[in-house]
């Protein structure tokens, strides 16, 4: 079973506390601007859209698998950037 550490930052003109999670994600100018991870205890992945406009073949598999174990600090918010941002 795989395990996958996860951290989207993002970035938009709205501000997510005055308008919300849904609101926020929603919005055209929201986008993702880095976003750091790890599988089990190996080294720390990073991926910068601006730098590199191909998502990371890694990522999209484990994200894809229904088997995949995620871990994240803000875990509705990493879970809905995945859903809204990228599809």
Not at 15 to 42: K, R
Not at 61 to 67: I, S, T
Request: glycine fraction near 6%; include cysteine; aromatic fraction near 12%.
């Amino acid at each position: 079973m795989l395990n996958c550490h996860l951290d989207w930052e993002t970035r938009s003109s709205l501000p997510l506390g005055d308008v919300g999670l849904d609101v926020y994600l929603s919005h055209p100018s929201t986008e993702i601007i880095m976003a750091n991870y790890a599988f089990g205890e190996g080294k720390v992945k990073r991926w910068e859209p601006h730098l590199d406009p191909r998502f990371p073949s890694d990522l999209e598999d484990a994200l894809n698998d229904p088997f995949c174990i995620f871990h994240a600090w803000g875990a509705t918010f990493e879970r809905q950037v995945a859903l809204k941002l990228l599809g």
